[in-house]
């Protein structure tokens, strides 16, 4: 069982960056694989990124990859968003996710495939 609290949302410009965090509950943080989705109301959850541990190089969704950064602390259950060159585009609510480890990227792009989840933390960019 993992228990996850998001925070660090807020509103900025375009163009600004944040950094969203996760606190993660549980003796085996380590063993999971550790995700962001992002969801606006209407819409099903989009994948943003995951980190897999074990030193393998995280997924990032394309709409994201080179703005954004996953990390994960092991020692303190923590799991870090750092977000740059903020789009309008980019407002939603951002959630933590925890889930086991699959042998390929593939199947972390399916929300139903992490069972444990966060709150979320609302992210407003504005033009």
């Known amino acids: 069982q993992v228990q996850l609290i998001e925070s660090g949302g807020g509103s900025v410009q375009a163009g600004d960056s944040l950094r969203v965090s996760c606190a993660a509950s549980?003796?085996?943080?380590?063993?999971?694989?550790m995700g962001w989705f992002r969801q606006v109301p209407g819409k099903d959850r989009e994948f943003v990124a995951v980190d897999r541990g074990s030193g393998i190089s995280p997924y990032y969704a394309n709409s994201v990859k080179g703005r954004f950064t996953i990390s994960r602390d092991n020692a303190n259950t923590m799991v870090y968003l750092q977000m740059s060159s903020l789009k309008p585009e980019d407002t939603a609510v951002y959630l933590c996710?925890?889930?086991?480890?699959?042998?390929?990227?593939?199947?972390?792009?399916?929300?139903?495939?992490?069972?444990?989840w966060g709150q979320g933390t609302q992210v407003t960019v504005s033009s």
């Open positions: 549980g003796r085996t943080f380590s063993g999971y694989a």
């Open positions: 996710a925890a889930g086991p480890n699959y042998l390929s990227n593939a199947p972390y792009s399916s929300p139903q495939n992490f069972p444990y």
